[in-house]
């Protein structure tokens, strides 16, 4: 685990980071959840351009700091979720960007790659990786990721089967770091009842 993770989650005003959403996610709605106190995500790929990627990041980060200097409000950090995987051929000139801007928070799909967390980690940055069941689990954290997000029955995207907390579970039998529930946790019964779970099984 980096030592950097505590300070980028711990101020959250509930543990909570909204999904990167694919064409939904994007600057006002990450600005938002971030001035809101919450962890805002968008995709890479909901710009189809890198040039694109690249202004939306430069706009969220500009449009977060004027926010603390207006309010003297620290945002929550904000994310990227990039395709870690062979077929998407933007993936350098993505992680590019995020290194060049210091994103403090990388999701990666489809791929686990110690490369990539190791790039990351070298400017501070924290990375979650998405899982949907216990094999993907232990490759993440092979590969040295900050945290794992259980991607269970009812979330989006390329989503899981399991039942989260079923998933939740079989994580914590190999790993000991952050973990994320997604899918079919809508409400702030659903976050206090992961967070119990959680601290149930907190050794």
């Not at 996610?25 to 959840?33: E, F, K, M, R, T």
């Not at 979720?81 to 801007?101: F, Q, T, Y």
């Amino acid at each position: 685990m980096t030592s950097n993770k505590p300070t980028l989650l711990s101020g959250l005003r509930l543990p909570l980071i909204a999904a990167p959403m694919f064409l939904s996610s994007g600057p006002d709605l990450v600005v938002a959840c971030c001035t809101a106190g919450i962890a805002g995500t968008f995709p890479a790929h909901n710009q189809r351009t890198v040039d694109g990627f690249e202004a939306w990041v430069v706009d969220i980060k500009s449009r977060l700091a004027a926010h603390a200097e207006q309010t003297g409000i620290e945002p929550a950090p904000f994310g990227v979720n990039l395709i870690v995987h062979k077929s998407n051929a933007k993936l350098d000139d993505e992680l590019a960007i995020c290194i060049k801007h210091e994103v403090p928070i990388i999701i990666t799909s489809l791929g686990a790659v110690r490369d990539v967390v190791d790039r990351v980690h070298d400017y501070g940055g924290i990375v979650l990786h998405d899982v949907i069941n216990l094999r993907h689990a232990q490759k993440a954290a092979d590969a040295g990721v900050d945290g794992l997000i259980a991607v269970s029955t009812g979330a989006g995207g390329h989503t899981g089967m399991a039942n989260p907390f079923a998933l939740l579970h079989e994580i914590r039998s190999i790993f000991d770091g952050l973990v994320l529930l997604s899918g079919s946790l809508a409400t702030g019964a659903d976050i206090a009842a992961a967070v119990r779970a959680a601290r149930g099984r907190a050794r």
